[in-house]
């Protein structure tokens, strides 16, 4: 799979003007591993007691779309708690929402 660093529209620069990026890098993927590898770049900092969502795009050489992360909340009996629950949801509804329009 295949990503920009920073993917067009996404706002994301470095200079704190907000001014895009002048040279956009592309990052390929070939292994599962090699994408987790890469979760602590895409997000910024390296998760803890944490759930990731990555959405990826494209059917034969897939992008990765929204990297989500939302802090692990268990209930009393150790399944997800509503607040989790919705927090998936939520993630559910931003993949949906990345995939790409049928065509």
Known sequence: M???AFPHGSGFSDDPGGEPPPQQHTVTLSAPDDLL???PALLGFRPARSIVAVCLTGKRNSSVGAVMRHDLVLGGAGGPS???C???GQFATVCERDREPAG
Do not use: C, D
Request: hydrophobic content about 50%.
């Open 82 to 84: 509503p607040t989790m």
């Open 2 to 4: 295949t990503t920009p």
């Open 86 to 88: 919705a927090a998936l």
């Open 37 to 39: 590898a890469s979760i």
